[in-house]
């Protein structure tokens, strides 16, 4: 058991760009949940796998959000022509149900 | 009125006595319930889960859980410096995505 894995550690972009994350769940958990935790506050669901199927999103997704896992395995978050408030620890946790277990995040930040 | 509700703190205790962490949810459809502890900078680490009413010790941690109040605490005997960070508790519906409080920040001074 290696652990829920995200690459990478830190992001810093210009406002407007794109970025991608990555995340490599723990081996034998088929659900993914991708989250998103700002300075104060407790992570904010953003949307959940399981196995391959996108089974659901927050209305806080918005349009310039997607995610895939496209083998059921690792999981990517993009975030097009991103904005200051985009600004945030993104959170990946896996379970196999039961309880979730994150791995150590992707902060980002937006110049 | 948040889903999840936590006293955001600082709680402050001496090195050696009971912690007490106290969390309301507002969802009475809410299943399964979890205490994470969250180091600053770090992401969060489960500590404790409880799904049926009453008490669950595991080791220094004991969760209480009390559905009809719509209530979960967090003890934590014997509190030591190592234990000072913020504790989120957790709420999950159906097994799927989790509803967090925003934490209460706990400091344990030698």
């Known amino acids: 058991d290696t652990g829920v894995s995200q690459n990478p550690r830190h992001k810093i972009t210009k406002r407007g760009q794109n970025v991608t994350f990555r995340c490599d769940p723990i081996?034998?958990?088929?659900?993914l949940y991708w989250y998103r935790q700002t300075l104060g506050q407790g992570p904010e669901f953003l949307t959940y796998?399981?196995?391959?199927?996108?089974?659901?999103k927050s209305r806080l997704l918005s349009d310039r959000f997607s995610a895939e896992r496209p083998k059921g395995s690792f999981s990517t978050l993009e975030i097009q022509r991103t904005e200051q408030g985009d600004s945030a620890m993104y959170l990946c946790a896996s379970s196999s149900p039961g309880p979730q277990h994150f791995g150590d995040g992707t902060r980002l930040s937006i110049l | 009125q948040k889903e999840v509700e936590q006293n955001s703190g600082p709680l402050s205790v001496p090195e050696g006595a009971i912690a007490s962490l106290n969390c309301t949810y507002s969802?009475?459809?809410?299943?399964?319930f979890f205490w994470y502890r969250q180091y600053s900078g770090k992401s969060p680490e489960l500590i404790m889960f409880?799904?049926?009413?009453g008490d669950k010790e595991d080791g220094r941690f004991t969760a209480q859980l009390n559905k009809a109040s719509q209530y979960v605490s967090l003890l934590i005997r014997d509190s030591q410096p190592s234990d000072s960070a913020t504790y989120l508790c957790?709420?999950?519906?159906?097994?799927?995505?989790?509803?967090f409080g925003a934490g209460t920040r706990l400091t344990v001074k030698p």
């Open positions: 969802d009475r459809g809410s299943q399964s």
């Open positions: 957790a709420v999950n519906r159906d097994n799927n995505d989790m509803r």
């Open positions: 796998f399981q196995n391959e199927a996108q089974l659901e």
């Open positions: 409880i799904y049926s009413n």
């Open positions: 081996s034998e958990h088929n659900r």
